[in-house]
């Protein structure tokens, strides 16, 4: 049975699976990690300031995008480092403020674990259409992103306005860590945008099919991954990611299976 949490799950995977290919592409999996750390901080400030905890989470993951994109043209420092730094303050911000805010340790865990607990009803039709939203602004700039990610000396020349398409890109991922953070947990969510569009990286024939794929992945990982967590008594996010991990293994032995066949072919 199709449970409102449940269409909601699937609705972030769908998104999730394309944006999870710029992700792989173009190598952001330290920035969403980085996100996913911030989210801690917004759900501090959605506290704070009486608003809901998405609304927090997406705000923070603009002034986590923004501070980067600025600090990257000071030079000052390597981008990996001020991903760390930017990480790693966020993280430790968002714990000690949500500790002094009066929330619980268990409250916290399932923050960074995920859990159904956390979720709240009211949300769940407003994050299904942001999702869907979302979904439909990353495939309306789907082809400048492909672009850009291809040769950003390619992409200026054919007009593609290159620092505004990937501070989009960048809050699209705000988007997904605000929607499925309390579902997967801030220490895994990031692997929702990676795993599923590195396994459909492995069959995919064109960078549509690997966002299809990886789309499809997400949604059969989250729709089993959920129920299975709750019948086990397990952590959410760490069964959907073992799920998710298990089928990139299959896809990968099924891949170097079919790899070594056909080496093993006599020439025609």
Not at 18 to 33: E, H, I, K, Q, T
Not at 103 to 110: I, L, R, Y
Not at 148 to 154: A, F, K, P, Y
């Amino acid at each position: 049975m199709i449970t409102p949490v449940l269409l909601t799950a699937a609705a972030l995977a769908l998104l999730a699976g394309p944006l999870g290919c710029f992700v792989v592409w173009r190598r952001m999996a330290y920035f969403g990690d980085g996100l996913a750390h911030s989210a801690l901080l917004g759900v501090a400030i959605s506290l704070l300031i009486g608003i809901s905890n998405q609304l927090g989470m997406i705000l923070i993951a603009i002034a986590f995008a923004v501070a980067l994109l600025w600090l990257r043209t000071q030079r000052l420092l390597a981008t990996d480092t001020l991903l760390g730094i930017l990480a790693h303050a966020a993280l430790s911000l968002g714990i000690v403020s949500m500790a002094l805010l009066g929330m619980e340790d268990a409250e916290v865990h399932d923050y960074l674990l995920g859990s159904l607990d956390s979720v709240s009803p009211d949300m769940l039709p407003i994050l299904v259409l942001g999702s869907g939203l979302s979904l439909g602004l990353l495939m309306r700039l789907w082809p400048g992103l492909l672009l850009m990610t291809t040769s950003e000396e390619l992409a200026h020349a054919e007009g593609v306005p290159v620092r505004v398409y990937e501070f989009l890109l960048m809050l699209l991922m705000g988007v997904v860590v605000a929607g499925a953070v309390q579902l997967v947990g801030a220490l895994l969510i990031t692997s929702l945008l990676i795993i599923p569009a590195s396994t459909a990286r492995l069959f995919a024939k064109s960078p549509e099919a690997m966002g299809v794929g990886g789309s499809l992945i997400a949604c059969a990982s989250m729709l089993i991954g959920l129920p299975m967590a709750e019948k086990m008594a397990v952590p959410i996010g760490p069964a959907i990611v073992s799920l998710s991990v298990a089928v990139f293994l299959v896809v990968l032995g099924a891949k170097l299976l079919f790899d070594w066949t056909k080496s093993k072919k006599p020439a025609a």
